[in-house]
């Protein structure tokens, strides 16, 4: 910039402009109510078209958003002479979960080990330990449990050799059909029910016109594109934003963005949701120590004494729920030739 020098070492903040959308209206077992969300973004057309979700969201009863899931893994790598004693390794190993248990928490009183999962190659044994860790997204609590355990297995197993702490088998920040499989975050629907009117109304679309799109362009598109378990129009757009404004580890918006779109034409509604398997975020940890960052968590909620853990299933379904706004006015958008063209360059300019 004119008059002024480019910093090029050291520690210094790179602006990006903020806005905060909604409320959103969302219900069910995690949060039941209207609640304001920040967005980050330099692409200025997704704060008023997430905002038209939101209001959508107001009109039709609100976002019904469900954690099935939550939980981080960290895969390591050991290393046998030959399969038969990698696999022989496995077998002793998968009886002894208790063990394992204690080791884990040894290293976090947070941590906690739920399941084991492995596979072998050659004379490789990949292990993937998945473990709950609270309020945080986990990525350090669960690389120290693996660094742990691993050190204990190599104890225990002389004749398995140390190969790495991070196998990807995990998967961290790489697409991958694993995650959505067996999980990496917190596993967030986001649902809606839309009167026909609110439809025609406020998105100027119907619910045949969306399911038809979703088909055509999520589903079809998608698999001619060569997707992997993803079906949705723009995921990352919201998760990136919500990611930076919340101080989250925006890489992770990779896995993040590994969904479906799954919509119904009803009798007189759209049904419209968005599962999303991944969703890694946290309210304590890295990043979360910036006083601006601290704030925005304490208007949305997620600061207030609960049980361990319910403080992230909060942001997660907070997430789920931008999402499925973003996602919502998109795809209306599209259902009308030139729409989306028309918006931003109005909203851009």
Known sequence: M???ELRTSGEYMTPVPTQWVGPIKIIGDVLDEEVSVPMATYESPLWPSTGRG???SRLSGGIRCTVVDERMSRSIALRATHAADANRAWQSISQRQSELEDVVAS????TRLLKINRQIVGNLLFLRFECVTGDASGHNMVTGAADALQAWLLNEYPYLEYSTISGNFCTDKKVSAVNSILGRG???VAE???PRDVCTTALRTTPEEMLRLNIEKNLIGGNIAG???SANAHFANMLLGFYLATGQDAANI????QGIVHCEARSDALY?????????????GNGKGLDVINETLEKMGCREEREPGANGRRLAALCGATVLCGELSLLAAQTNPGELMRTHFKMER
Do not use: D, H, M, W
């Not at 290293?107 to 947070?110: V, Y």
């Open 107 to 110: 290293t976090s009183r947070f």
């Open 272 to 284: 419209f949701s968005c599962t999303l398997p991944n969703i890694i975020v946290g309210t304590v």
């Open 192 to 194: 809606i029910e839309i």
């Open 54 to 56: 939101a209001k959508v």
């Open 227 to 229: 997707s992997l378990r």
């Open 2 to 4: 004119a008059g002024q």
């Open 254 to 257: 990779i896995e993040a963005s």
């Open 186 to 188: 917190k596993y967030v």
